[in-house]
């Protein structure tokens, strides 16, 4: 199994971007997938995950902002981030779990700044 983020750019605050984690290989056996983020100087924070079963949670720095979400193929996991501001400034990684495997993917970079 291998993980791809991307999406990232450079975005103006109070504005979106959307990354995408796209899995290929066997995604039967991930059975949860996450995102985190890592500024720089400060640990990688866990801010979003979405189970196969479709339940979502969110970290309270980005609750109401980021939406989590698959794709009807279901081997793409989306982040949606909304309102961005200066300090969600950081790589973006996501992080697919399943029983027998932890995988990461490789990072993405989120830049916010006017």
């Known amino acids: 199994v291998q993980l791809q983020a991307s999406g990232g750019g450079l975005v103006h605050p109070g504005g979106s971007l959307r990354l995408s984690c796209a899995a290929s290989g066997n995604i039967r056996s991930i059975s949860g997938t996450y995102w985190y983020r890592q500024a720089p100087g400060k640990q990688r924070e866990l801010i979003a995950g979405?189970?196969?079963?479709?339940?979502?949670s969110y970290s309270p720095s980005v609750r109401g902002r980021f939406t989590i979400s698959r794709g009807d193929a279901k081997n793409v996991v989306y982040l949606q981030m909304n309102s961005l501001k200066s300090e969600d400034t950081a790589v973006y990684y996501c992080?697919?779990?399943?029983?027998?495997?932890?995988?990461w993917g490789q990072g993405t970079q989120v830049t916010v700044s006017s």
């Open positions: 992080k697919g779990v399943g029983p027998r495997l932890t995988i």
């Open positions: 979405i189970t196969d079963g479709g339940s979502t």
